[in-house]
């Protein structure tokens, strides 16, 4: 075995040792050109990331571009080229691999730009595997055009590689190689430096820009700090829970400025979540008053939340928005369009929850502006509410109350609890009259709270959906999201002409559809979902999951291309560039 060895590695002799020193020398100087070549070609993300508005988040930025593609095109010297010039002893072919592994390199940071550039994600298996054996000829078409710079970009290797071999005496005399060293890898500690710092002092602007590069991992030193007391790592948690997670995007919500029409129809608003309940609930046995209520609405069998959560929940509700965008809500305490609407037209007020309103969504962003009052009960809302709504003065009203399956020994019993509560309710309504002039949405803004290894379960999202409005009853057969709601009452009846894109990622409900598949997402996932249940899951990273009719995982599938697309493209639809 030694003497095999012995003939397959060359021989260290001084010659050997010379010409390995020219390999190296000339590595060096090529991994330059190749990381000038790298930072040209990434420059391209800059103008389809989320550009920081501070002048600090500017200048990391352009810090972290600096340094981090000049250690991976390095770090990729060294563990694949560096031991190849001990290896091959001829240069020629050391050189002809290196251009060779150079040009591959460059050629999948464009294309990765690109992807980036369309669905804010980077190369993954999955892009991969979707961009090379496409469905459709046309898609195929445009990203083979990705391949064009390919000849390109190896005569410049070539060229290149030819030229510093044979001036690589010269190019070993300057004594500028080192500073530019140094210069990188400044850049490059500076940049995780700088986000530990950040991350630890929650500045958005530049833990923002996590997701911009491929294969960037950048420090945190939140571990480190708590051993040595500098930090609470709870309260730094339970912060960063109130304001939204660092690395999220920057919200471009709405598009542009709405536009009004002059016909605005000032009905009362009532919205009542309760919170915990399925349609499976609502029966004569379990809420007969509730079951009875939804004989004389409009009913939406088929009805999702676009989240995982309660809060996910909420946004998608309020603002038209899937769940992946609440850490944005919440990190620029956004207003609803809807709420900023019924504000503008002089509406009053009556938001009543069983906890004060304890998710961040509500104090932070949706009901930033309002006096949220105490309550600690379904009862003490309600009884709150009661008072506000006989001491209201005539104008038109929103009014929201939030409630949630009341402690009882097993959930039948909280179901007729909540039922009675509801019955309550109904019957202060009729009382005052307000049942004739007031369109109220029953729903729910998780179905259950039962863990789900599918975040998405459709026990959990799939929620009731109920319109009570002048005895316009019946049962709409579509599928439904709780994206469609606010889009649906501010072009009917809050006079908004803008279109719905603009503002919302839902559609009106009114309006005939054509309608494939609904979204949800959560801050990892996008979710599409099949009028018969099928779920195609796909992160940020470019993993997917399939998940059947039957709530099972399906292995070894792939998503259809023209979905992947679309899902991309419509969950991407308010991030700002």
């Known amino acids: 075995m030694l003497d095999l060895l012995r003939r397959i590695l060359p021989k260290n002799s001084r010659q050997y040792r010379e010409e390995t020193s020219q390999r190296i020398a000339w590595g060096h100087w090529f991994a330059l050109f190749n990381i000038v070549i790298a930072l040209a070609i990434s420059s391209r993300y800059a103008f389809s990331a989320d550009w920081p508005n501070t002048l600090f988040g500017k200048l990391y930025f352009f810090i972290s571009l600096l340094g981090h593609f000049s250690f991976i095109v390095f770090a990729l010297y ?39 550039k369309q669905f804010y994600l980077h190369l993954s298996p999955l892009v991969w595997d979707l961009l090379v054996n496409p469905d459709e000829g046309e898609l195929s078409r445009q990203w083979q055009l990705l391949f064009v710079p390919m000849p390109i970009i190896l005569l410049l290797e070539l060229l290149y590689s030819r030229w510093c071999w044979n001036k690589l005496r010269s190019f070993n005399r300057q004594k500028w190689g080192k500073y530019v060293a140094l210069f990188f890898l400044t850049n490059f500690i500076a940049t995780h430096l700088l986000y530990a710092w950040s991350d630890m002092a929650l500045y958005r602007p530049v833990t923002a820009q996590k ?13 480190f700090l708590e051993k040595h007391g500098l930090v609470n790592r709870a309260n730094l948690e339970q912060e960063i829970e109130e304001s939204g997670r660092l690395d999220t995007f920057f919200l471009n919500y709405p598009k542009s400025p709405l536009q009004f029409a002059n016909k605005v129809n000032k009905i009362n608003l009532l919205f009542i979540n309760l919170s915990g309940i399925s349609n499976d609930d609502i029966t004569p046995t379990k809420m007969p ?48 369009v809807l709420i900023s609407r019924l504000q503008h037209l002089d509406y009053q007020f009556g938001l009543f929850s069983h906890n004060s309103f304890a998710e961040p969504i509500y104090h932070r962003a949706l009901f930033a502006n309002f006096n949220l ?87 959990k999202i799939k929620v009731p959906m109920m319109l009570y409005w002048q005895e ?48 949800a997402s959560n801050y990892r996932w996008n979710v599409a979902i099949m009028p018969n249940g099928e779920q195609y899951h796909i992160d940020k990273k470019g993993d997917f999951v399939h998940y059947n009719a039957d709530g099972e995982k399906e292995p070894h599938s792939r998503p259809p291309l023209a979905l992947f697309l679309q899902l991309i493209q419509q969950s991407n639809q308010f991030i700002e560039n």
């Open 78 to 116: 060294l563990l694949l080229l560096f031991p190849l010039s001990f290896l091959i002893t001829n240069s020629r072919t050391f050189r002809g691999i290196s251009v060779c592994v150079a040009t591959i390199g460059m050629t999948v940071l464009l294309v990765d730009s690109e992807v980036f």
């Open 211 to 223: 997701a911009n590069y491929p294969l960037s991992y950048p420090m945190t030193a939140r571990s």
């Open 289 to 336: 008053y509730l079951a009875q209520i939804s004989q004389q609405a409009r009913r939406f069998s088929q009805h999702y939340t676009a989240g995982s959560t309660a809060a996910e929940s909420t946004a998608s509700l309020f603002y038209g928005l899937s769940g992946r965008y609440l850490d944005a809500i919440l990190s620029e305490k956004k207003p609803s």
């Open 373 to 459: 009052p105490k309550t600690t009960s379904n009862l003490d809302a309600i009884k709150h509410w009661k008072t506000w709504l006989e001491q209201r003065i005539s104008s038109p009203f929103f009014s929201y109350l939030d409630l949630h399956l009341p402690p009882a020994k097993d959930k039948e019993q909280q179901t007729k609890l909540l039922d009675w509560q509801f019955a309550d309710i109904w019957q202060t309504l009729e009382t005052q009259g307000l049942t004739k002039s007031t369109l109220i949405v029953i729903t729910s803004d998780i179905a259950d709270t039962v863990h789900h290894e599918n975040s998405f379960d459709q026990q």
């Open 472 to 519: 316009d009853k019946g049962n709409y057969i579509g599928a439904s999201s709780h994206l469609d709601i606010a889009p649906t009452l501010l072009s009917q009846f809050f006079g908004v002409s803008s279109p719905i894109p603009q503002y919302a990622q839902g559609i009106d409900l009114t309006k005939a559809n054509e309608r494939k598949w609904l979204m």
